[in-house]
């Protein structure tokens, strides 16, 4: 619509036509209000019955509920309307009707179920806090890129598709690609380390990644976004440094960019931009304070994994953002290297939001006969990454990276029960449409 405009820019004087979504009608004898909501905010537009024309009044107060009207009329200060102006319609189109039983209540005042608001996304999406959620993400998003960038990385899109998956076959889709056994993607682990053996030497990627997880909990997705990110003759320290800079960036370009969403959110007094530097503590380290927290019935030894319960306990001690180093090879990917002077030592990292793990990393095996060490000693075939594997003896220099999921990131930076809540549309063992 050429001549349309904004709600929030309507001022007072002005003939104005605008165009959105009717919020409210409130119907008060000889006079009524119908609130029309648009991307920027709402305006009122006044009904005086008696002054106005029947069929005018008639139309405007019989539409439903989130049905898309055009409004034409003088704009006026009214000090008693929610945003301090009111139109007096000459003219209102109803452009799409909306069906009078609708599965929620865009306005918030009746509440849904998790379930019902991801079936009704579009409607659910009409809500200024759902909104809001997905207008943080784009500008972290953005924030993110912009820091990429100030690293001097150059952005590349890496294949869903493949013949075989980055850690073997576990965890993967299958599918049929002209008659051939492939597979949706993990990671772009692969990927992208052959990237930066190209002579590119600093890589980022924001993309999906599909894993067939068995968990089904507030914090799983069986299809995920990812910022990833690899660096020629970075050691796994220097990634951690990358690492902390993009999330510091992240933060602060929402601090800087989105206090109208946090308002809307009830974070402003909340919200904190993580300090600098991250504690950094050694596997070794961490699952000795786990232990001395009680928090688990039995102490954990080297070599186990963390349990979620032990994560908590440790996050909620340390209560920031927060590096484990130096974790066991084995419970590390084939690609992450091992310290030279202790083999039984990675130089793999994650980095940790109090509540959750939000980024694993490391230094890269760049050494071919260690690389391929590295996957008999993991029951994988080198011969099914030799596209992999066949350029580490063309020149691979050193290397480091992580993998950073946005959908957690969004989940711990604003308090959100459900990862589910920080995706448009969400794929999980459950859900496949909409």
């Not at 008693?80 to 609708?102: C, H, K, M, N, Q």
């Not at 206090?259 to 904190?272: M, S």
Request: a negative charge.
């Amino acid at each position: 619509m050429d001549d349309r405009t904004y709600t929030a820019d309507a001022e007072p004087g002005e003939t104005v036509t605008v165009a959105g979504w009717v919020h409210e009608i409130r119907d008060l004898g000889g006079i009524a209000f119908l609130i029309l909501r648009d991307t920027t905010g709402k305006i009122q537009v006044k009904f005086e019955k008696d002054e106005m024309d029947d069929d005018l009044v008639e139309r405007g107060l019989a539409v439903h509920r989130e049905s898309v009207i055009s409004v034409t009329g003088a704009v006026e200060a009214e000090e008693r309307a929610p945003t301090g102006v009111e139109i007096t319609p000459d003219s209102l189109e109803v452009v799409a009707e909306a069906d009078p039983e609708l599965p929620l209540d865009p306005t918030g005042k009746v509440d849904a179920d998790l379930s019902t608001r991801l079936d009704n996304r579009t409607l659910d999406l009409r809500k200024p806090e759902v909104k809001a959620i997905f207008e943080v993400r784009s500008e972290v998003l953005r924030a993110v890129r912009e820091q990429f960038r100030a690293l001097d990385c150059t952005e590349f899109n890496t294949p869903k598709i493949v013949a075989t998956g980055t850690e073997g076959g576990t965890e993967l889709f299958p599918i049929t690609y002209f008659g051939r056994e492939a597979f949706m993607n993990q990671s772009p682990q692969l990927f992208k380390q052959l990237v930066v053996g190209s002579g590119v030497e600093r890589f980022f990627e924001i993309g999906p990644v599909f894993r067939a997880e068995e968990h089904n909990t507030p914090r799983h997705l069986n299809e995920a976004t990812m910022i990833d990110f690899e660096a020629a003759f970075f050691d796994h320290t220097e990634a951690m440094d990358a690492c902390e800079a993009v999330l510091t960036a992240a933060y602060e370009g929402v601090a800087e960019n989105c206090a109208e969403q946090l308002e809307t959110l009830d974070l402003v007094d909340e919200f904190e931009v993580p300090e600098s530097p991250f504690p950094r503590l050694t596997y070794e380290e961490a699952i000795e304070r786990i232990n001395a927290t009680g928090a688990l019935d039995e102490q954990l030894v080297w070599g186990d994994d963390l349990p979620t319960e032990g994560e908590h306990a440790l996050g909620e001690a340390v209560g920031e953002h927060y590096f484990i180093t130096d974790w066991p090879s084995d419970i590390k990917p084939f690609y992450i290297k091992d310290y030279d002077d202790d083999p039984d030592v990675s130089t793999g990292f994650d980095m940790m939001h109090p509540t959750m793990e939000l980024v694993s990393g490391g230094q890269r095996e760049h050494r071919y006969d260690h690389l391929v060490e590295g996957f008999e000693q993991q029951g994988l075939d080198p011969e099914q990454f030799e596209y992999y594997t066949e350029m580490f003896t063309y020149g691979m220099p050193p290397h480091a990276g992580w993998g950073l999921g946005v959908e957690r990131l969004i989940m711990t930076m604003l308090g959100l029960d459900n990862i589910r809540e920080a995706v448009l549309f969400p794929r999980d063992r459950q859900r496949l449409s909409p």
